[in-house]
């Protein structure tokens, strides 16, 4: 079992990989087995169809997610400095001219089953609530300045940094991303 789950982990790894690179209909469960050194019958028993394997990476990433905004939320009060470690996560991908997963399965959005597209609404809804909640307490607290609604301006920072990380990925320019982000700070103190 523990076997079993380490192997969904590494067909979860790869294919996660594999959609940041080349979007989500851009491979297939031979491109992972390739990848990887197992049988493609291996990852089918994982994952039946490229759905469930969807449902799967947007689950993990999720999760990963809520962790990282706990933890964030843990280690800082600053808001304005929560802010800052939000936009880090997004940078992560940019180094490899990559896009984060919820961007590039965005892009394969027309083509993705209704639950799949309902679970992609649902992690930008929680970045979306998180983001509008720390915006929130700065504007409160006195450390972030924005004007209109802390909904809007979160907003406003999801599409800046997704559209950073295109821009980065189409120049190969790690600094358009920067570039971006920096702005999104200056605005916000």
Known sequence: MNNNKNTAELILDTAQGLVQEVGFNGFSYAHIAEKIGIRTASIHYHFPNKEDLAEALIARYNREFVAKIAEIDSET?????????????????????????????????????????????????????????????????????????????????????????????????????????????????
């Not at 998180?130 to 809007?152: D, I, M, P």
């Not at 600094?175 to 971006?180: D, K, S």
């Open 77 to 189: 009060t600053n808001n304005l400095d929560k802010i800052r470690r939000y936009m880090m996560i997004f940078s992560i991908p940019v180094d490899t001219y990559c896009t984060c997963l919820s961007v590039m399965l965005s892009s394969d959005l027309a083509t993705l089953t209704e639950k799949v597209r309902e679970k992609l609404a649902a992690f930008f809804t929680a970045n979306l609530t998180w983001v509008e909640r720390v915006l929130e307490q700065g504007r409160s607290e006195g450390h972030l300045q924005f004007k209109g609604t802390a909904q809007a301006q979160a907003h406003k920072i999801l599409t800046s940094l997704q559209g950073a990380q295109l821009l980065a990925r189409t120049f190969r320019d790690a600094n358009r991303f920067n570039m971006i982000a920096e702005g999104v700070i200056s605005a916000l103190s």
